[in-house]
């Protein structure tokens, strides 16, 4: 059974970089047919792609958020991590990570991590 | 990029009642819909992809349907664990967008 769990800084002082792994368990990131990706939720709002990485370490970010993104995978580990540069307030958000299926279907979740953005 | 529309954006209702949700997006997609089920505290949950065709495990009281811009995810009897948030989400081209969800309220 798959299982995904995020975990990182909970805490960022704004114009700092955000830090999260994904830690995936059950599977392995490298199975043909799937990518992994990233998603976020401000408190009381609706979701919001961030990005996507393929196993070949292939990634499509989301264009309002491209110039401050980087997602990567660690084979080694078996995670998958995301960088936001330059954080506001605006950051703030629930942010999960996703194993992506066929055409862009979000199938398997994490459960979410809060990531606050405060002076 | 694409625009996702549902409505209503809340919706009052009963158990063992019948409600349908819809969801319009601002370009053509195909059938490149998918609907999610978000209970509070909770990561969003698959119920139904390419618009009309169940994930495994969801009940069949849950069904989909429309295609091109035009889409709708109906309840076919509300069960108490059915009253939550529901998002439609478009997978046709990049960057994926959601609705801005639907929430089911007793």
């Known amino acids: 059974h798959l299982q995904l769990q995020e975990s990182g800084s909970g805490l960022v002082k704004p114009s700092q970089t955000l830090s999260l792994s994904c830690a995936v368990s059950g599977g392995s990131i490298r199975s043909g047919g799937y990518s992994w990706s990233w998603i976020r939720q401000p408190p009381g709002k609706g979701l919001e792609w961030i990005g996507y990485?393929?196993?070949?370490?292939?990634?499509y970010y989301n264009p309002s958020l491209k110039s401050r993104l980087t997602v990567s995978l660690d084979k080694s580990k078996n995670e998958i991590s995301l960088k936001v540069s330059s954080v506001t307030a605006a950051d703030t958000a629930v942010y999960f990570c996703a194993r992506v299926r066929g055409s862009g279907l979000f199938d398997y979740w994490g459960q979410g991590t809060l990531v606050t953005v405060s002076s | 990029d694409i625009q996702m529309t549902q409505s209503p954006s809340s919706l009052s209702a009963s158990v063992g009642d019948r409600v349908t949700i819809t969801c319009r997006a601002s370009q053509t997609i195909s059938n490149y819909l998918n609907w999610y089920q978000q209970r509070p505290g909770t990561a969003p949950k698959l119920l139904i992809f390419s618009a009309s065709t169940l994930e495994s495990g969801v009940p069949l009281r849950f069904s989909g349907g429309g295609s091109g811009t035009d889409f709708t995810l109906t309840i076919s009897s509300l069960q108490p664990e059915d009253f939550a948030t529901y998002y439609c989400?478009?997978?046709?081209?990049?960057?994926?967008?959601f609705g801005q969800g639907t929430r089911l309220e007793l």
């Open positions: 990485i393929y196993n070949s370490g292939t990634t």
């Open positions: 989400q478009q997978s046709f081209n990049a960057p994926i967008t």
